[in-house]
Each structure stands twice: as structure tokens, then as C-alpha cells.
């Protein structure tokens, strides 16, 4: 037992060491041209599928799929990079194209969690603020005492009321401390739409309120979709979070199916509000997007799960697209960490967000 304590503690040790190591040689150059950060998560997606496609032995019976044609004709292909292209044609045909992706544990590029728990509210945090809290251990953990980057570049002259976050679960106003931090979190239910007297906001308040609620906490991604393009069409936020829900919650209950419909939708909005971006003179050229997830999955028949005794569950992805991220694809034995995330949104702003908050990682190694 001794031995494979020491064998994990090595090898944790030499992650991190690589990870500095890279991060010496890839310091973000002088002069950046991102003047807005999106950062997407949608919940719980696995590495598996980002980089394979669907897994055809969950296609059927042990992924609760009772139309097993009608799912491979959506999404099965002979070929891994063709079916990950059509479960994922935004992701692959433009992000991993024109920007660069981590997470291929084939591939040598590991991503990983930092923390032990490999549920969403420790995962979310990590990834908000660079590093793992042991303290945070339940997804019904109060208010986050620690400052997220969000917060922080809040308190900057220069993002200061132009930081916002829109999510499908209700745990958001406790993972970035809206109240302290004082950032508009619009999140679930009861909060998923911004003040506005205008009639596509009342609209969206009234579906939002008369729309049978399948998860009382998680609401539909479809909806707040909406409710985020409502506000980006009369606000102009720098930095802007994005977390989608439902794939999670179909994983949770084993359906394969609707975990794979559910993860090509997000694929869509991702394509829907990359479009917006760059159909904006404001923010053309000027944005980067950062997707990832906040946790991994099991292996085989444990896809369904995720927490700190399920094995696997601390592997995930992240893939950048932007105009200080050169176009270099899938990237091989680079390994990364979820809470380089943090530290990375603050370096595409010009910022060192190290040096507010010392336990944070280094960013994602995407620079020149």
C-alpha cells in the first residue's frame, strides 16, 4: 500500500513539475488581441465521447437505448474522428480546427482535476479560482468563500460591471457568492432570466415559470440559451460564463440517447454564440472561447457516475478557440490541469491572476 502511495505521489509530482516546465516556455506575449473571454462548461460531458464519438457498446441495452437505428444513424460512424465530428461538428470542424484542444489521454494529453471529489460544485470551484478546496466537499456547500477570477476582474476599472454568468443549475449564485461578489448570476429556475421590460424577457419569465420542471434544480438548456442571447442583445459583457446542465442530468439517468442529443445540442448553441460573436464588430476577432467540463465520468457501465470513489471521474477536456491561440489542434503529451482555467481567462485579459491569488495553477500552455 506504501508503494502505490508513493507511486501516486510521484507521479502527481511529475504532473506538475511538466506542467510548470511547459508554463516557463509559454508566457503570454506582450501584445494580445482578446478583449473578451467566454468560458463554456457544459456539465459532466466525458473525454470519451469528445475524442471517439459515441461509444457503441452504451448504444443499446446498457445505455437505456430502447431505438438503438435511430441513434446510430444520428451519431455512428466507422471511424473515431468521424463520429466525434458528428456528435460534435462545431467543436471539431472549427474549435479543435482553428484553436487547439486538451484531453486526449490517448493522445498523452491528460486533463485532470485537481481536487478529489470529481463532483460539480468542487469542480466549478477549481475551476473559478485555480485551485482545489478540500473544504468544499458537498454540492450543497454554502456561499464560496474564496474569490473566483470572476469576481476579481469585477473589481477592475476595466471589466467592472461587464463580468456576467447565465447557467441552467441553481448552485451558481453559491459558487460565485453573487451576493459578496456582487456579479449577476442568472441560474435554474427562479433566477434564469436578467431584468428587462422587454416582451421576449417576459416571454422567457413566463416559460421559465409555467414549464414543467423534470429537475427542480437544473433547468432546460434550451431555455436559458434563449435567456443569454436575450441579454447579449442589449448588454456587452467582456467576460461571460456559460454552463450547461442537461447532460449530466441524462447521464445520472441512463440515457445514453438523450446524453448524446443533449451534448450535439450544446455543440449547436456553442455555434450559435460563436456565430453572434463574430458577426459582431465589437467582439470579431477580439474573443476567446474556452469549453470544457466540470468533472469526468466512470468507465463502461459506470458512465452514469462521477464522485471521489468512482475511477475515471477525474479525467476531462478543455478546448481553446481565439485570436491569441494558435491553430495547433488535438495536443499530444501536453498534460493540463482544470485549475489552469482560471489563471488562463486573466492572461487572454492582460492580467496575472498568480499574482492575486498565489495557489492558483498557470494558464493552459495556448500561447505563441
Same mark, same amino acid.
Given at each position: 500500500?506504501?508503494?502505490?502511495?508513493?507511486?501516486?505521489?510521484?507521479?502527481?509530482?511529475?504532473?506538475? =513539475? !511538466?506542467?510548470?516546465?511547459?508554463?516557463?516556455?509559454?508566457?503570454?506575449?506582450?501584445?494580445?488581441?482578446?478583449?473578451?473571454?467566454?468560458?463554456?462548461?457544459?456539465?459532466?460531458?466525458?473525454?470519451?465521447?469528445?475524442? #471517439?464519438? +459515441?461509444?457503441?457498446?452504451?448504444?443499446?441495452?446498457?445505455? &437505456?437505448?430502447?431505438?438503438?437505428? !435511430?441513434?446510430?444513424?444520428?451519431?455512428?460512424?466507422?471511424?473515431?474522428?468521424?463520429?466525434?465530428?458528428?456528435?460534435?461538428?462545431?467543436?471539431?470542424?472549427?474549435?479543435?480546427?482553428?484553436?487547439?484542444?486538451?484531453?486526449?489521454?490517448?493522445? &498523452? !494529453?491528460?486533463?485532470?482535476?485537481?481536487?478529489?471529489?470529481?463532483?460539480?460544485?468542487?469542480?466549478?470551484?477549481?475551476?473559478?479560482?485555480?485551485?482545489?478546496?478540500?473544504?468544499?466537499?458537498?454540492?450543497?456547500?454554502?456561499?464560496?468563500?474564496?474569490?473566483?477570477?470572476?469576481?476579481?476582474?469585477?473589481?477592475?476599472?476595466?471589466?467592472?460591471?461587464?463580468? +456576467?454568468?447565465?447557467?441552467?443549475?441553481?448552485?451558481?449564485?453559491?459558487?460565485?457568492?453573487?451576493?459578496?461578489?456582487?456579479?449577476?448570476?442568472?441560474?435554474?429556475?427562479?433566477?434564469?432570466?436578467?431584468?428587462?421590460?422587454?416582451?421576449?424577457? =417576459?416571454?422567457?419569465?413566463?416559460?421559465?415559470?409555467?414549464?414543467?420542471?423534470?429537475?427542480?434544480?437544473?433547468?432546460?438548456?434550451?431555455?436559458?440559451?434563449?435567456?443569454?442571447?436575450?441579454?447579449? #442583445?442589449?448588454?456587452?459583457?467582456?467576460?461571460?460564463?456559460?454552463?450547461?446542465?442537461?447532460?449530466?442530468?441524462?447521464?445520472?439517468?441512463?440515457?445514453?440517447?438523450?446524453?448524446?442529443? !443533449? +451534448?450535439?445540442?450544446?455543440?449547436?448553441?456553442?455555434?450559435?454564440?460563436?456565430?453572434?460573436?463574430?458577426?459582431?464588430?465589437?467582439?470579431?476577432?477580439?474573443?476567446?472561447?474556452?469549453?470544457?467540463?466540470?468533472?469526468?465520468?466512470?468507465?463502461?457501465?459506470?458512465?452514469?457516475?462521477?464522485?471521489?470513489?468512482?475511477?475515471?471521474?477525474?479525467?476531462?477536456?478543455?478546448?481553446?478557440?481565439?485570436?491569441?491561440?494558435?491553430?495547433?489542434?488535438?495536443?499530444?503529451?501536453?498534460?493540463?490541469?482544470?485549475?489552469?482555467?482560471?489563471?488562463?481567462?486573466?492572461?487572454?485579459?492582460?492580467?496575472?491572476?498568480?499574482?492575486?491569488?498565489?495557489?492558483?495553477?498557470?494558464?493552459?500552455?495556448?500561447?505563441?
Amino acid at each position: 500500500m506504501m508503494r502505490g502511495v508513493c507511486h501516486a505521489l510521484a507521479a502527481t509530482l511529475l504532473l506538475a =513539475a !511538466s506542467i510548470g516546465h511547459a508554463q516557463s516556455t509559454q508566457a503570454p506575449p506582450a501584445a494580445l488581441k482578446t478583449q473578451y473571454v467566454m468560458l463554456v462548461i457544459s456539465d459532466g460531458v466525458r473525454w470519451q465521447e469528445v475524442f #471517439g464519438g +459515441a461509444d457503441a457498446s452504451l448504444m443499446g441495452k446498457d445505455g &437505456g437505448v430502447s431505438d438503438t437505428a !435511430s441513434l446510430r444513424r444520428d451519431f455512428w460512424r466507422d471511424r473515431p474522428q468521424s463520429r466525434r465530428e458528428a456528435l460534435f461538428p462545431f467543436l471539431w470542424g472549427t474549435v479543435a480546427a482553428q484553436g487547439q484542444i486538451f484531453g486526449d489521454s490517448a493522445a &498523452g !494529453s491528460q486533463a485532470r482535476i485537481t481536487n478529489t471529489m470529481k463532483f460539480s460544485y468542487p469542480g466549478y470551484s477549481e475551476t473559478f479560482t485555480g485551485f482545489a478546496d478540500p473544504r468544499i466537499d458537498s454540492n450543497n456547500h454554502p456561499p464560496n468563500a474564496n474569490t473566483t477570477v470572476f469576481e476579481w476582474l469585477n473589481r477592475d476599472a476595466a471589466f467592472q460591471g461587464r463580468v +456576467a454568468a447565465f447557467a441552467t443549475w441553481n448552485a451558481f449564485g453559491r459558487i460565485f457568492n453573487a451576493e459578496r461578489s456582487g456579479l449577476p448570476v442568472y441560474d435554474g429556475w427562479t433566477r434564469g432570466v436578467a431584468p428587462s421590460s422587454s416582451p421576449r424577457s =417576459a416571454l422567457l419569465r413566463d416559460l421559465y415559470a409555467t414549464t414543467i420542471r423534470l429537475w427542480p434544480d437544473v433547468a432546460f438548456d434550451a431555455l436559458m440559451q434563449q435567456s443569454l442571447l436575450e441579454y447579449l #442583445g442589449t448588454h456587452d459583457p467582456r467576460v461571460l460564463f456559460v454552463g450547461y446542465g442537461e447532460t449530466d442530468e441524462w447521464a445520472h439517468a441512463g440515457k445514453y440517447d438523450l446524453y448524446l442529443h !443533449s +451534448a450535439r445540442n450544446m455543440d449547436g448553441y456553442l455555434a450559435q454564440l460563436w456565430a453572434r460573436v463574430q458577426g459582431d464588430p465589437r467582439t470579431r476577432d477580439k474573443t476567446t472561447l474556452i469549453v470544457s467540463t466540470d468533472h469526468g465520468r466512470g468507465w463502461a457501465r459506470e458512465w452514469t457516475d462521477h464522485g471521489k470513489d468512482v475511477g475515471g471521474a477525474e479525467f476531462i477536456w478543455a478546448a481553446v478557440i481565439g485570436p491569441d491561440t494558435p491553430a495547433r489542434g488535438v495536443r499530444t503529451s501536453t498534460p493540463v490541469q482544470q485549475a489552469q482555467v482560471a489563471a488562463t481567462i486573466a492572461a487572454l485579459l492582460g492580467r496575472d491572476w498568480q499574482r492575486a491569488e498565489p495557489k492558483a495553477a498557470p494558464p493552459l500552455p495556448i500561447f505563441r
